[in-house]
């Protein structure tokens, strides 16, 4: 039995070999990895589908590390809403003509891991000469995504940049035409300016209000509150543990799409910050983040919380070291490491809210973050996620 255990623990290490290939797709060849499901039954859960739209020039290498550290905080903040709204995050990197690319698109996914494990891989670089392709970022944001399209889910873009739309290729279909389409679907536009260009203001506030959204302008660096905590260290050390405990179970598809994200998780343990790393686990621990912890397939909580039979999944499709094992073991495994879980959720859900305490307790010393990246996304989502039902009781964002 010792033996079977040491083995399926290697199995949950060894898939950090596993090469991670970025989820983007360019121009013209997205796959969508989740396709819109209409759904005929009334469904309680509240969704939010959220697609940030990125500069990613040379201009851009502040904000964009913003980005990379408060990508959860900003993800934690919409998932406090009462009625912890399914989140799915998409992503549309964009420069200009004549760069490495034009646009590179990660589809909506509630995968948050595999989605931050592709921004990861984003560097600021190219532009420098003025305006970029704003118009075919904004259109592909609008119809190279899979939206849902379910009544009452919040779905919203955020523009981020620093310089003016090219107004003058043309074979673009402007940003007034995008931002139309985008209305009949029901998606809101917000523009960020980072910044203070001159020329790009104008374009970026008629954006925001072609977009029934809001337009607000933070410094090249974002504005964003970054503060490190003395709980941060030991958070993102249990919730690494907490990642280890994930076994899955599928066909040959399922378990190739699951080695992909947990070798997403395993890159972002290895290479992001441990603040990031802690606001991903204060992420996590709410109800919106289950979908991104667990993913698909995820066998202790399934087989624990009795919606499947351990006895009814065929031997292959197990995980390998569990196939040999007789049905009380195979069971043991499940029952002590669903033990072993709930340990470590129980101390991650006392030292998250730890965290937040001294999180609240800095900013308010600090006189506020009202001007704050942070603060100005959650002062657009509660108003805009409230006209369609999603509420959100608190005076400030999750940090």
């Not at 399926?8 to 796959?31: E, R």
């Amino acid at each position: 039995m010792k033996s079977k255990l040491i083995a399926l623990a290697l199995f949950a290490f060894t898939t950090a070999t596993v090469v991670l290939l970025p989820n983007y797709q360019s121009i013209g060849s997205l796959t969508p990895t989740n396709p819109p499901i209409v759904d005929p039954v009334a469904n309680e859960q509240s969704r939010i589908d959220v697609v940030f739209v990125l500069d990613t020039t040379g201009s851009m290498s502040g904000l964009i590390q913003a980005a990379r550290e408060k990508i959860w905080s900003i993800a934690t903040t919409m998932a406090s809403a009462q009625s912890a709204p399914e989140i799915r995050v998409g992503l549309v990197a964009y420069r200009d003509r004549g760069d490495a690319y034009v646009t590179r698109v990660v589809d909506l996914s509630s995968d948050l891991d595999s989605m931050y494990a592709t921004l990861m891989d984003f560097q600021a670089d190219g532009g420098g000469d003025g305006p970029e392709s704003v118009n075919q970022a904004l259109y592909d944001a609008v119809h190279k995504v899979s939206w849902s399209q379910l009544a009452g889910t919040y779905k919203v873009v955020f523009l981020v940049g620093d310089a003016p739309p090219h107004m003058d290729y043309q074979d673009d279909i402007k940003y007034p035409a995008t931002l139309s389409a985008a209305k009949q679907k029901g998606i809101v536009v917000n523009a960020i300016q980072s910044g203070d260009q001159s020329d790009t203001t104008p374009a970026w506030q008629q954006i925001a209000t072609l977009g029934a959204g809001h337009y607000f302008q933070v410094g090249q660096s974002g504005n964003a509150v970054a503060i490190t905590t003395p709980f941060d260290e030991k958070i993102a050390a249990l919730s690494e543990k907490m990642d280890a405990t994930r076994l899955y179970y599928g066909s040959g598809d399922e378990k190739e799409r699951q080695r992909r994200k947990m070798a997403a998780t395993d890159k972002l343990h290895a290479a992001s910050s441990i603040e990031s790393r802690a606001r991903r686990a204060a992420f996590n621990a709410s109800e919106s983040g289950t979908a991104n912890f667990l993913g698909e397939g995820e066998l202790v909580d399934e087989v624990s919380s009795g919606r499947v039979d351990l006895s009814s999944i065929d031997t292959d499709k197990l995980p390998e070291p569990m196939q040999a094992m007789a049905p009380a073991e195979q069971a043991a495994i499940i029952s002590e490491t669903a033990a072993r879980r709930n340990e470590l959720k129980r101390q991650l859900s006392e030292l998250t809210e730890q965290r937040a305490v001294y999180l609240d307790k800095k900013v308010e010393d600090a006189g506020g973050a009202r001007d704050s990246l942070d603060d100005q996304i959650y002062r657009a989502v509660r108003e805009q996620a409230g006209k369609l039902g999603i509420s959100y009781e608190a005076d400030a964002p999750a940090y």
